[in-house]
């Protein structure tokens, strides 16, 4: 198979290369953000460093962190490097909690975003007689124009449809021969339900490629809209923060994301010690922007979960590749040293048809922490023997085991007996303090 | 020949049971038969009640997850051997019992009843029914 590169030089470039390029960058970011940005120069000072002190990648860690509450505390433009004439654009991020932040962006930031964006739509197969279908919104959301600097950077057609209406999405999908489409892979499912409803036949259509992110989706999603849609979905990665989707981009091998590391420097760091991680190990994914001129952050602490990997891809990119973020940190559980997230567990109760609907009790029986899983029983789980239901607990408990590290008692509970608060299920019930 | 009978899951904890039978009985559903499995951690409920329909809307409108499946209802002679007969049949034939329980009723003390599940239950029928022996229907359950 063709290996579809829309920068090869840099895509493939030697990791050398590409290390060389994001030292130099990281000194003359750290330089602007010195000069320009108050909070910056603040935390360095305080921190006793200097912009001279940072020669390169290998200085990385001497540099301060950013949080989201950074961005909230000097909203809206105290986070600007660059005054208000050389902004063109803002978007802005309401987040899931919390007060909204606004990022900026030069001409010079744009064209970055499109190149990466471009990266995505060009490794998705996508070329520049293409349309692309862009389902996401538009406005200050950084998805759906976001998207479309990509397909402009390339060169292809952008149809900027926008989010909703899905029968009208339906019907611009086969009049104007949509290709590729990018929307939230939650929406993607939605319309290849309504495809199906509608009596459409997928594999019909044009339509080859899907561009999907901005939310969490498991594999389980993918290979539904894969079917459903007739496509091959690629996961997009990025956030307002940083820049938009692009951060970071899938290739066919489906193995983790390529992060764009001539513009970003990923870090993945224990969430207790603030050092580096080794390879696979799961830890709190930080970036660092590189190129950005408006709005550029250090040592962002983004508050997910992931894992990275040096390992070369068979696609040529020498890029490394970061996994879906796999959780928040603050809802890690460390059980016997090993850190859990509830979204780990989530993702196994989904892939066995069980009920969303679970709790994690963690306990301490002398020296040792336990952890039980109790899953509501479901019409479709419940069954007339005792075996059957034994061999699903014991089903859970294995691949729990396989996938957390550490063994858990798995029970079943009466469906409705979980607690909840605000319509969800109260997860964590931690009793070792 | 078959008859309906309610399976329950019922948590292994206090109050959960008495909470299944009260909801029934609230109902005015009357239960012929009932039996639990229980494991450390969870129980199965299973009962045999004179109508089913309106026990089961009452148990799915409280939340409760609940099936209704055939099992074999046999009625036992009074004398001994019937039911070491019964078992001898279908171990003759090939079929593993899952579960079984009794029950009598006060219109007929000199007969006790059967419920058997069988994991084929449709051959376990088929070799009952071939020798003779008598089986509830969902009729008999009504009018007991
Ligand atoms: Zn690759």
Redesign the interface.
């Known amino acids: 198979m063709k290996n579809n590169y829309y920068q090869p030089d840099i895509e493939t470039a030697d990791r050398k290369i590409i290390e060389k390029l994001q030292s130099k960058r990281l000194t003359e970011v750290v330089k602007r953000v010195y000069e320009r940005v108050p909070l910056y120069r603040a935390r360095m000072d305080e921190a006793g460093i200097k912009p001279e002190d940072i020669n390169g990648v290998e200085d990385l860690g001497k540099l301060p962190f950013t949080s989201k509450q950074d961005l909230r505390d000097t909203y809206p433009y105290g986070m600007f490097a660059v005054p208000m004439e050389d902004v063109v654009r803002l978007h802005a991020s309401s987040g899931t909690t919390g007060k909204q932040i606004v990022v900026g962006y030069t001409q010079n930031d744009l064209d970055n975003w499109g190149d990466i964006v471009a990266r995505q739509l060009v490794a998705a197969g996508i070329t520049k007689s293409d349309k692309v279908h862009v389902a996401y919104g538009y406005g200050l959301f950084t998805g759906g124009l976001g998207i479309a600097e990509g397909a402009r950077r390339l060169g292809c057609t952008s149809i900027p449809v926008s989010s909703g209406n899905t029968a009208r999405q339906l019907t611009i999908m086969q009049d104007f021969c949509s290709d590729a489409i990018a929307c939230t892979p939650s929406y993607a499912m939605y319309l290849g339900e309504s495809a199906a409803k509608a009596g459409i036949d997928t594999s019909k259509l044009p339509l080859r490629a899907g561009i999907f992110g901005a939310e969490p989706w498991t594999d389980e999603m993918r290979r539904e809209i894969e079917k459903s849609l007739n496509i091959k979905a690629y996961d997009i990665y990025g956030l307002t923060e940083i820049m938009g989707p692009g951060v970071a981009y899938e290739c066919s091998e489906q193995k983790g994301m390529h992060v764009n590391e001539d513009h970003f420097i990923i870090e993945i760091l224990d969430p207790d010690t603030h050092l580096p991680v080794k390879d696979g190990e799961k830890g709190e994914i930080v970036f660092t922007c590189l190129t950005k001129e408006a709005f550029p952050l250090i040592r962002f602490r983004t508050k997910d979960i992931g894992t990275i990997t040096h390992e070369k891809c068979k696609c040529g990119r020498t890029f490394v590749r970061m996994s879906k973020p796999m959780g928040r940190i603050d809802d890690m559980l460390i059980i016997r040293g090993v850190n859990v997230f509830p979204s780990q567990i989530e993702t196994v109760l989904l892939q066995m048809n069980l009920s969303p609907n679970y709790q994690l009790i963690v306990d301490r029986k002398g020296v040792l922490d336990t952890l039980e899983v109790q899953v509501e029983i479901t019409e479709g789980t419940f069954s007339d023997t005792i075996s059957d239901i034994s061999r699903l607990e014991h089903e859970l408990a294995d691949r729990l085991k396989s996938t957390l590290g550490i063994a858990a008692k798995t029970t079943f509970v009466a469906a409705g007996s979980i607690a909840r608060s605000e319509g969800k299920a109260k997860r964590i019930i931690d009793r070792r303090n | 020949m078959f008859i309906k009978q309610l399976?329950i899951?019922?948590?292994n904890r206090q109050g959960?049971l008495s909470k299944i039978i009260t909801m029934l009985s609230d109902s005015g559903v009357n239960m012929r038969a009932v039996s639990i499995?229980?494991?450390q951690?969870?129980g199965?409920l299973?009962v045999i009640v004179n109508d089913i329909d309106k026990a089961l809307d009452t148990l799915k409108s409280k939340?409760?997850?609940v099936?209704a499946?055939n099992v074999i209802g046999v009625e036992l002679q009074d004398k001994p051997g019937s039911l070491s007969k019964v078992l001898g049949l279908l171990t003759d034939g090939g079929v593993n019992v899952?579960?079984m329980y009794a029950f009598v009723t006060p219109g007929n003390l000199n007969s006790a009843y059967l419920v058997l599940?069988a994991r084929h239950n449709d051959k376990a029928e088929k070799i009952l029914s071939e020798n003779g022996i008598k089986m509830l229907s969902e009729e008999d359950i009504k009018n007991m």
Do not use: G, K, L
Request: glycine content about 0%.
């Open positions: 399976s899951f019922v948590e959960a499995a229980d494991t951690d969870f199965i299973r939340n409760v997850i099936r499946n899952e579960y599940r």
